[in-house]
């Protein structure tokens, strides 16, 4: 085995190791789902309407899902200027 062999299986492990990281990740985010598409949610900013379900592992120590979907007025309406935003599983109320 010379230098650049060696270079190009440790690129290889790495890019394995990630792949299995984030596969572990979605799963535990999915395990530990709270709301599904369809639902309202609320943080401190205001209430979406769930269209999109994501990950991410980077907000917290651990894995979290990520809501997406238009903004709601207090009403529960969806705004006139159509605008989505994201909500954290970790600060919804």
Sequence with gaps: MNESQYKS???EIDREMRVKKSQLAAKYAKANRKHE?????????????VEKIMFTSG????PDSVYEGPVLTKQNKPRKDGKIRAVYQSNII
Excluded: F, Q
Aim: aromatic fraction near 0%; proline fraction near 0%.
């Design 9 to 11: 299986a440790l690129k």
């Design 37 to 49: 598409i369809g639902l309202i949610v609320t943080d401190h900013i205001g209430s979406i309407l």
């Design 59 to 62: 907000h917290s120590s651990l």
